[in-house]
């Protein structure tokens, strides 16, 4: 299966601070930004994205100007948080970082979705997938996807604000 996975653009929201499912509005860049989306990322025959703002918008933008109507999949909405949603990084008491890093995958430190819940979640929503489908997303939901398709880089790899990667085969 051959998926294209693009990050959305800029959110409004101050650097440092930890949001997932939090519905964000988009920076000022977001014209500029989507110019470049448009003259880079590939046609695809279906486009699907998260329920948030700063995926829907550009998935909408995306419609318009390349065809296929977006679908919103619920699937594929950022990682809860839970009480970390908006508190800077650097707020978060290091006790709790320090158990989310010792159980990668299981903890849940925050009261939100573990690591391993997300995998899953975006697991599920690949089997219902197909090829030449656009998936607009967020960073967390890419990374689950990367190491369920088995991409070499997993959990490390990185995609910029308004970047893609391919996926599949």
Not at 86 to 105: G, K, T, Y
Not at 128 to 133: E, H, I, N, V
Request: proline fraction near 5%; charged fraction near 25%; include cysteine.
């Amino acid at each position: 299966m051959a998926l294209t996975f693009l990050r959305h653009t800029t959110p409004d929201v101050a650097k440092g601070v930890c949001y997932g499912r939090t519905d964000l509005g988009l920076a000022d860049s977001f014209d500029e930004e989507l110019k470049q989306v448009l003259d880079t990322v590939p046609k695809a025959s279906r486009i699907v994205t998260s329920p948030l703002t700063r995926c829907r918008r550009l998935a909408e933008r995306l419609s318009q100007a390349h065809g296929p109507k977006a679908e919103v999949l619920v699937g594929l909405t950022e990682m809860d948080f839970g009480r970390w949603e908006m508190v800077p990084w650097s707020d978060i008491p290091r006790n709790e970082l320090d158990i989310w890093a010792a159980d990668f995958m299981g903890a849940r430190p925050h009261g939100g979705e573990s690591v391993g819940m997300l995998r899953d979640r975006v697991a599920e929503v690949l089997d219902g997938l197909s090829d030449d489908t656009l998936v607009v997303t967020h960073s967390g939901v890419i990374r689950a996807a990367a190491v369920v398709c088995g991409h070499p880089d997993g959990w490390e790899i990185d995609v910029r604000f308004g970047g893609y990667v391919k996926m599949g085969a």
